[in-house]
């Protein structure tokens, strides 16, 4: 089952030369997991899916298993745009040990609604572990309708989890209505967590959790125990960074940020490229002003 209320969109650490750090992965996989995450989903986009070869992928998978998979949710980022090579990949993410699997809607392709039910059901009939959808029209040119969802989930009972970033309120309370109980909503951004609570989410896929994890439970729990103005209070506090961390396209911006924390992770692999002076000089004000340790 996915579950819990803080999933951070783990980062995929690299070493200098650009090759996969499986150690420094386990490594943050064991601090996310003390730090406030109640689960993990790797190779993502924050985990640079795209640049990451299926053996990397499954190494990833199998290492941060071992490390902490009897402690936490371990879900697998196996959706790509290609239907066939989804199937055929979540069958083999599953095969690891992973708890559950996600998969975007699908890029480039531009697919109707009558073809992200087809793609989608298709993945879900892959394996028997529990799918989250992800949608995130900025990324893929294409938006996965309320009612898209709600039927898709009608038919498939494994999918469990929706990641909404389709940026809008109003859409996500529609996707919150219309959905059954079973299937929980995500926010897929940090800076709308506060609000999507409000029409019905129950939790956050999270970047920022890898440096602020426990206050973004904290902001959770006030809210869910009616401290509006405690929970009000923390968002406000964490959205500078929320902002910040997506100044250049992620994880760049919260790989850096690691760094700057004592944890480093390495560089993104291109297309991604490091953050100029100025981005770096105003992510570490950011970071001090949340009373973050900078060794530098």
Known sequence: MISGRVLTAMVTPFKADLS???KTAALLA????ASGSDGLVLAGTTGESPTLTEAEKLSLFSAVLERVGDRTVVIANSGTNDTAHSAAFSR???ATGVHGLMA???YYNRPSQAGMLAH???IAAATDLPLMVYNVPSRTASNLLPETAAELADRCEQITAVKDAAGGVAQTAELCRLLPKRVAVYSGDDGLTLPLLAVGAVGVVSVASHLVGERIQEMIADFLAQRTEEAMSLHRQLLPLFRELFVAPSPSPVKAALGMVGFPVGEGRL???PLSERERDELRRRLKELGLSDPA
């Open 20 to 22: 996969l750090d499986l």
């Open 30 to 33: 064991e601090r996310l997991v």
């Open 92 to 94: 083999q993410a599953a």
């Open 104 to 106: 975007v809607v699908p």
């Open 120 to 122: 989608f059901e298709t």
């Open 271 to 273: 297309p991604l490229v």
